[in-house]
């Protein structure tokens, strides 16, 4: 079957192109996710001081150098962006495909990460600040698993110059993973 | 940016023409991309879900009213089963028969019809949507049927209760319980997206925001709601999960976790997901108010900022289901204060349906009675819900029956009122054929009448101090004499010849589907722009050519420039 | 209707304010209802009749819809002054106790500890009884109410009193019983299969009787 796409698509009443329109939506509810949880984790983290002791073995150089990753790979983003803008699909494919590598490089850096520390005994359930710790890491690293794979269909489509104007729309995403982690790392690694 | 859609425009224009004559019955039925069938899919869906929950029911009133007996087409009742029969009852009820209906179904299905597009703007992220909805049906069935039993730590699923098979009895059951409602949350996050974006982007030329019908405002508004409630719980459902099958401390006290912090997330969604559920019926009910009274709304604005101010009101009250879980008692009072100044949006909603009618010419058709209905037995609903909000009152009421008669004076006037309303409203739409007026009729007071005697007893027991998911009073001398008995059995009487009515309505709707009178465009003779095309419409809903283009707001009947007592949107002029 | 008997101080205030809310709702609710069906009868279909063309937007149109408004919010404030000021009473504020009670909450019993002949809680004469609580009337009473392991709600209807039981905390909250009897003593958050039985029986008696019990008690359990 032929995926014809509707009329309805090609409208806009707002002004806004509809992708873009629902990738805001789609991240406000994801604000509405990660806030729930951090919001609940600050609620316990200020019941809970001794905490501080259990977010002390947590690993703030790689945690450091991952957020630097995240942001690069950001900073590719914006210029496969610009590079779409412009027509330039191959560049642009290009471009997303760095982007891709910094998600596949901190998501290595992130495995490295947790086998030291499940090695060293802390482990999910070894108390609340590790149940935390890693379901909001987790969660995180889904988005960025999520991203990386969506990014690279659309990084092929770019390639042969179709659909250009998804890539704005994923980068949209993308700054928003690198967002979530803005807060999760002072969250979970710095606060001691 | 410009160019792509002009090229776009042009393949989809050729590409409809073509597309669609000659598919097999998979493609066309099972995975269609085209927002009616998905509707349908929604539609029979939560039909066949509203079936089991009446069921379910119909199981446990039995159990109540004749403890003990062997319920004819279950059997013995034992506790376990009774509280896994309440649970999922009231989580089908909700989250497969209230949602997947009112918004999904009849979202889907108008709101593109009534702005005057020819699908949804994303049709295949909105089949995804129906997928998931329908695994989570399956998953939700299925985990009647494990090992240990369906779950039974009520829909509310409170920890440590849910968070551990040592309590419940019933591990698989609750996690696969959990599982399902968490599927059922990202099926509706999906539809949502669509729903929204469409309505901002995709209407008709011409159609202003005050020109549209106030039901898809309603369910658009309703989308929002939930999209920007249901996060926390996502969040909080993974943990929950983690709890379950990880053996994390979330919510175990013991290990630095906390039990309230799961009331919180779920109420902060669950009141909120009141009004996902009210609104839709509102807006439907507005509009079958307006046609058969052929009136022009009373304050069309004011319906849609008393909407939204509810549903900005909703976010603040969550722990008004709360007040005696051990919050701090001084929170309380803010809350009862959120809580009674929502009745003030809500009343003002109600009061311009009433005022509606004033001047119009009403005619009883089975729809408006049932729009009527909505609004005289959802007041008591909701003045109730004023004893509820009243801190010093709640605290005898809290989990008694009176709270269930409350939301059942709530929730069956939206899911089952609204939903009938909206189906014997559009079904000339949808299928092309009228349904028959007088077996509705016989249908609408089977229904109306049996389901005050439900109720008002149950209001009756509540006072009487009768709480909540008990399978037998037997063990509670002060509620077991036989003045209390009466009730529970005229209570389960009522809904048996209830339920007995709606084989009237099953054998309308096959018969008015097969031998019905047709249709034709418009038999209400309504503005909207579902009726300027065919009945049932075809794929892409009006021919290309002829998609239409709006001149006037919805309701403008009897307008005194006009010969005839209606006005459609896309008339020029 | 269930007449159940007012056995606390407050069960009293708790009534009255259900009836004061049931009045001012019950004349809104009849008012609401009363119009709607009579404009239903009134405003009928009719052959040849045109309708009004009114949209609510016009000043001396709209006041019906402005002035129920403003009635609603005045008759809000009412009800919150009356729910606030029982809920103060019940939930808010701790008078001096007599005597001191605790209530454990587990799957699927009430333990009571009672405080025995000194009167003080945690001591070698305290009286724990299981799914039977002795009070005596006339007197203000603490509870401290605990849970073993899911959530309970530690409910007597009679006293018009309820509170949930949460593991890992104690919730203090107050009684004074104002006249003798027997009671149910309901569990009403659900708790598990058990849930239906998990009933209890609270015994208000007079000076003499309750002293009496707490003699025949303590002999009973001294080792
Ligand atoms: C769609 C369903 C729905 C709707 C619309 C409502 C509407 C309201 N509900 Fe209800 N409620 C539920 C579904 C719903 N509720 C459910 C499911 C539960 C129980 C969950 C569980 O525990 O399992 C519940 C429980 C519940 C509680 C908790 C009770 C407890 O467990 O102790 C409270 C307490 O405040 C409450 C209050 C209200 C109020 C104030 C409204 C208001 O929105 C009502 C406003 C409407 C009116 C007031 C009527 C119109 C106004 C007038 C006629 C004017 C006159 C009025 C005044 C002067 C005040 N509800
Ligand atoms: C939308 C919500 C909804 C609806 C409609 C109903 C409908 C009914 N409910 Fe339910 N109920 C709940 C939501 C709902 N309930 C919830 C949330 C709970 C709390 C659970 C808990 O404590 O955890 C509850 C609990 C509950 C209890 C308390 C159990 C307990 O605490 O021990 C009882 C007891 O009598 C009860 C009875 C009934 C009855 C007799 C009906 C009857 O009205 C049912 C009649 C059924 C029908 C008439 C079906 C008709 C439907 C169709 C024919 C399909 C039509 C579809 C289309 C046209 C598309 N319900
Ligand atoms: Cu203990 Cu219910
Ligand atoms: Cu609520």
Known sequence: MAHAR??????????????????????????????????????HRIGHPEWAEAASHTQTWIGAVNTFVLLTSS?????????????????????????????????????????????????????????????????????????????????????????????????????????????????????? | MAETLAEVQKQEVHGHDHDHHDQGFVSKYIFSTDHKIIAMQYLFTGMLMGVIGGYMAYVFRMQLAFPGISVPGFGQVSPGEYNSLITNHGSIMIFWVAMPVLIAAFGNYLIPLMIGADDMVFPRINRLSFQVFFISSVVLLLSLFVEGGGFGGAWTSYPPLSA??????????????????ALEFVAFLLGGINFITTLMNSRAPG??????????????????????????????????????????????????????????????????????????????????????????????????YTAVATGVLSFFVWAHHQFIAGIDPRMANVFTVTT???????????????????????????????????????????VTGIFLGASGADIYFHDTYFVLAHFHYTFFPIAIIGTFCAFTYWFPKMFGKMMNETLGKIHFWGTIIPFNFIFIPLFVLGMGGQHRRIYNFEHFPEIAGPEYFQLRQIATIALLIMLAFQVVFFFNVVMSWWKGEKAGKNPWKANTLEWTTESPPPHGNWPVEELPTVYRGPYEYGHPDREEDYWPQNLPG | MLELVQASTYAADIDRLILFIGVIVGVWFLLAEGIFFWLIWKFRAKPGERTQYLDGTEKNVKKWITIPHALVLVCDVFILVGAVSVWYDVKQQLPDADSTIRVIGQQWAWTFQHPGADNELDTSDDIFTVNDLHVEVEKTYHFQLESRDVLHSFSVPVFRLKQDAIPGRSITGWFTPTRTGEHDVQCSEICGIGHGVMAARIHIEDANTHAAWITRSSAATTP
């Open chain 2, 207 to 304: 159609m202003k925001a005050y020109d549209i019908p106030m039901v898809c405002w309603m369910i658009v508004i309703a989308s929002i709601l939930f999209m920007l409630s249901v996060g926390p719980l996502l969040a909080g459902a993974v943990m929950l999960l983690f709890d379950q099958t990880l053996n994390t401390g979330f919510y175990d006290p013991a290990r630095g976790g906390d039990p309230i912090l799961w009331q919180h997330l779920f109420w902060f969604f669950g009141h909120p997901e009141v009004y996902v559920v009210l609104l839709p019926a509102i807006g439907i009910t507005v509009d079958v108010m307006a046609t058969f009274s052929r009136k022009k709304l009373f304050g069309y604005k004011l319906v849609l």
């Open chain 2, 340 to 382: 009674l100044l929502i009745s003030v949006p809500i009343a003002e909603m109600l009061f311009v349906m009433i005022a509606t009618l004033y001047g119009g010419s009403i005619t009883l058709t089975t729809p408006m009675l049932w729009a009527l209905a909505f609004l005289a037995e959802f007041l008591i609903g909701g």
């Open chain 2, 164 to 181: 551990s098979g040592d309590y419940n009895l019933t591990q698989l059951g609750a996690s696969l319980w959990l599982i399902a409602v």
């Open chain 1, 6 to 43: 509707p009329i309805a698509t090609t409208r806009s009443a707002t002004g806004i192109p509809t992708p873009r329109l629902a990738v805001w939506w789609i991240l406000a509810s994801e604000v509405v996710i990660f806030g729930g949880l951090l919001g609940a984790y600050l609620m």
């Open chain 1, 75 to 192: 900073f590719t983003a914006v210029l496969a962006h610009q590079a779409a803008e412009k027509g330039k699909g191959k560049e642009a494919a290009k471009l997303l495909a760095f982007t891709i590598l910094g998600a596949l490089t901190f998501l290595v850096i992130k495995s490295y990460e947790w086998t030291i520390e499940i090695m060293a005994g802390y482990t999910i359930t070894a108390n609340t600040f590790w149940s935390f710790y890693y379901t909001a890491a987790g969660l995180h690293a889904l988005h960025v698993i999520a991203g990386a794979i969506i990014m690279g269909f659309i990084a092929v489509d770019a390639y042969r110059g179709r659909e250009l104007h998804r890539v704005e729309i994923i980068g949209i995403y993308w700054h928003f993973v690198d967002v979530v982690w803005i807060f999760l790392f002072p969250l979970l690694y710095i606060a001691k």
